[in-house]
């Protein structure tokens, strides 16, 4: 009857244990002092790498996110065969909208880095702000009536959240 007691006990605190050591892990994981008001809070935990101070950690998600954004930009030639049949205007009308949007949040990305070099934080967060209309693509292929490509549609996606997650390590100044 004590053994099963002890083997109880012990069951008991093995569980006990692996929940501590799992919130834990998770605790360290979800609250990144520079990710307090992200959406994406394990996303941005990786954005932000191991940045010790604002400034970096602010230059690392953003420079993720340009990575992203790069990604996603080399991706508008395949655009046109997505859109197949559609009459001309309608094509040439939705792969400008979706170049421009790529390449502008591109080049906004990229003025973040100067803004933050230069202390400029209301431009930065304008600019910021600004790479968030990256979903003015999809939003061009819905209004076509054509489906975006699976996969510009999860990298655009992916791309959202690292522009917000951008925005939240931004306030934290």
């Known amino acids: 009857m004590a053994s099963n007691m ?18 834990s892990a998770t605790e360290a994981f979800g609250n990144n ?3 307090k008001t992200s959406d994406y809070k394990q996303i941005c935990n990786l954005m932000v790498k191991d940045a010790n101070n604002w400034h970096d950690a ?6 993720s996110s340009i990575d992203v954004a790069v990604t996603l930009q080399k991706m508008t030639p395949t655009l046109d065969k997505a859109l197949g049949r559609l009459p ?5 009308s939705t792969t400008s909208t979706c170049k ?3 390449d502008n949040t591109v080049d906004d990305l990229k003025q973040c880095l100067k803004f933050l ?3 400029d934080t209301a431009s930065l967060n ?12 999809q939003d061009a292929f819905q209004e076509s009536g054509a489906e975006l490509p699976p996969r510009v549609a999860k ?13 939240a390590v931004s306030e934290q100044t």
Do not use: P
């Open 6 to 23: 002890y083997q109880h006990l012990a069951r008991v605190w093995l569980v006990m244990a692996m929940i501590g050591l799992f919130a």
């Open 88 to 92: 001309g205007n309608s094509k040439d």
């Open 126 to 137: 304008i600019h910021l702000s600004a790479a968030t209309s990256v979903t003015d693509c």
């Open 100 to 102: 421009e949007t790529f």
């Open 58 to 63: 602010t230059r690392n998600a953003i420079q």
């Open 33 to 35: 002092r520079f990710c």
């Open 155 to 167: 990298i655009t996606e992916e791309l959202s959240k690292y522009v917000s997650n951008c925005l």
């Open 117 to 119: 070099d230069n202390n």
